[in-house]
């Protein structure tokens, strides 16, 4: 095993065991058997995942001078919590049916009104359902976080990143909406919802609440860090997941082949194939891009606009060129040896992951 998966295996079990705790802590609090569906789901959504955001979280502290102290992976463990909330309410916007090779929340709950012949649209309960799951899984996220056990003075210096880093995302979840509502879209637009939406809170954001939790402090070569190598390393974890959610492997990704083109998402991977793109390669795009009927043959064929405009290859080399940026800026950082060599070692895992 490798020293990278040997460092993102300790903080996934750790963390893993920090969120069984919380959410074993909650079940009281949610007993009566009719909430026993919406339990269910909280501990199916919180059971995948690579967990590198509290990775992230984890090397900044280390990076800092934090020592072991199982009180830091319950505070990074509540950013699954944050991230199950945004997946849950994620698909109901982009109307998914699936997230980690199951039903998404919406689509689960659903199916349990019609399985039950409940009065009403089944349709409309699954999302009402999905959105409170998504509500009470963000409450939680807040909660986890506050009652981790850190010492008061590190949660303080570390609470206004973390209130920002909420804030950012539910804006990123905006301008996504209004992306996709403006029907076209730059590298540059994209970019910016890229990083408001997943590249902060996914990077930036977790290794700046590690390194503030340890300082306590929030010094200026702190945020120099965070948002150069974290800046680096978001924009290039997106353009991966754009490729994925065009070209990756269902039985990896957990998503059908090709869902985020029926979905139409305007990501940096489409806004390069627009700009790149024939007259007759663009209207193809434009014509079937968020067709939800789209099929296998529709799918190959945008697949294939992508590919021949070189759209594919030039992100891929800048995923290359964020990700030596990163690597970069990790060289004069005043952080520890061992924080050194493991978030560059979590920026390619990042950055070259196939889920």
Aim: glycine share 10%; charged share 25%.
């Amino acid at each position: 095993m490798t020293a990278s998966a040997t460092a993102l295996d300790l903080v996934r079990s750790e963390v893993d065991r920090s969120l069984r705790t919380f959410i074993d802590r909650q079940r009281p609090q949610v007993s009566a058997p009719e909430l026993a569906p919406l339990v269910a789901a909280v501990d199916d959504f919180l059971s995948g995942g690579k967990r590198l955001r509290p990775a992230f979280c984890y090397w900044g502290w280390r990076g800092a001078g934090g020592g072991d102290d199982p009180a830091l992976f319950t505070a990074a463990a509540s950013l699954e919590l944050l991230q199950a909330s945004a997946l849950a309410h994620d698909d109901v916007m982009d109307a998914s049916d699936l997230r980690r090779g199951m039903p998404s929340a919406h689509r689960r709950f659903q199916a349990l009104h019609e399985k039950a012949g409940w009065h009403g649209s089944a349709e409309q309960f699954g999302e009402g359902a999905a959105i409170l799951l998504g509500n009470l899984l963000l409450v939680w996220s807040g909660e986890m976080w506050r009652t981790s056990g850190l010492p008061p003075a590190a949660l303080a210096a570390a609470q206004p990143v973390y209130d920002h880093m909420r804030t950012e995302l539910m804006c990123g979840q905006y301008l996504d909406l209004l992306e996709q509502a403006h029907g076209e879209n730059t590298f540059d637009s994209a970019l910016r919802v890229a990083l408001f939406k997943s590249g902060k809170y996914s990077v930036e954001h977790p290794l700046r609440l590690g390194l503030v939790l340890a300082a306590q402090e929030r010094e200026p070569w702190i945020d120099r860090l965070c948002e150069e190598y974290g800046r680096s390393v978001g924009i290039a974890f997106q353009l991966r997941d754009d490729i994925l959610g065009v070209f990756g492997d269902p039985a990896e990704t957990g998503k059908p082949a090709g869902d985020d083109l029926r979905e139409g998402k305007r990501t940096m991977l489409i806004a390069r194939t627009l700009a790149a793109a024939s007259p007759a390669q663009a209207e193809e795009v434009r014509r079937t891009l968020g067709d939800p009927e789209l099929g296998a043959d529709g799918v190959g064929r945008l697949r294939r606009v992508i590919e021949e405009t070189g759209a594919v290859d030039a992100c891929e080399k800048m995923i290359n060129d964020y990700l030596a940026e990163a690597l970069g800026s990790l060289e004069d950082a005043p952080i520890t040896p061992e924080s050194r060599t493991a978030l560059a070692d979590l920026a390619v895992a990042a950055t070259s992951r196939r889920t």
